[in-house]
């Protein structure tokens, strides 16, 4: 158990709608980052959050986006979703913001189907 | 712009065999390097990593890995192979030349043991 929580672990919904997953980083950890594992494109890096500002973007769709709040926590907000956003989304968390050697602690991931 | 490439999607060996999984990276700054483990439904799990000084890194469960500069590999060994070995391996660089902090991932290479 790497004490990173994710909710919730399985989602189904259809193209077009909208979900919203949430990650709990470790106790201390202030820095939640955001990962997409698909089929076609691997773990990808969507997006990084240190203590409730957004420090970095990666491959991250203009239709998704995420905050983290001032208990640290964080949500993954994806919007008018299609077949291809069917993935595993996973998040990870570390101590601080700009520690690039800094092992990163996953969650279990949360899976999303669209139908 | 950094990358990370793994030779063999899957790789099979027998129980007792030495294990041998390949990661070469591009990267335009000194990288840090990281193995991560991933079992059937659960997130990602650090193996081991290399971030300055002996190029020769120890894992967890009789992992290691060697960083080769001149080579830029940093392939993932374990003398004898055992069944609980079986699991997906993702080899990843980190981005020491400031910016993002999030991880670059290869494809992964599915470890397959043979009894």
């Known amino acids: 158990d790497s004490g990173v929580t994710q909710t919730p672990k399985h989602l189904i919904t259809a193209t077009g709608q909208r979900v919203t997953l949430r990650c709990s980083p470790r106790?201390?950890?202030?820095?939640v980052y955001w990962y997409q594992q698909s089929l076609d494109q691997g773990l990808q890096f969507l997006i990084q959050?240190?203590?409730?500002?957004?420090?970095a973007k990666g491959n991250i769709l203009e239709r998704f986006s995420a905050q983290q709040f001032p208990d640290l926590h964080s949500e993954l907000n994806l919007s008018s979703l299609e077949l291809g956003d069917s993935a595993l989304y996973f998040c990870?968390?570390?101590?601080?913001?700009?520690?690039?050697?800094?092992?990163?602690?996953f969650g279990p991931g949360t899976r999303l189907t669209v139908l | 712009a950094q990358s990370v490439t793994q030779l063999g999607s899957h790789v099979s060996v027998s129980e007792g065999a030495l294990v041998l999984l390949r990661c070469n990276y591009s990267?335009?700054?000194?990288?840090?390097l990281f193995w991560y483990v991933q079992y059937p439904n659960q997130g990602l799990q650090l193996l081991l990593k290399y971030t300055t000084g002996a190029t020769l890194v120890k894992g967890i469960n009789g992992f290691e890995a060697e960083f080769k500069k001149s080579e830029t590999s940093f392939h993932l060994t374990k003398p004898s192979a055992h069944m609980s070995d079986a699991a997906e391996y993702f080899c990843?660089?980190?981005?020491?030349?400031?910016?993002?902090?999030?991880?670059?991932f290869g494809k992964g290479t599915h470890l397959i043991i043979q009894p």
């Open positions: 990267s335009s700054v000194p990288p840090y």
């Open positions: 106790s201390g950890d202030l820095s």
């Open positions: 990843a660089v980190g981005n020491s030349g400031g910016g993002a902090d999030g991880l670059t």
């Open positions: 990870a968390s570390t101590p601080s913001g700009r520690a690039p050697y800094n092992e990163q602690f």
């Open positions: 959050y240190y203590n409730g500002e957004e420090r």
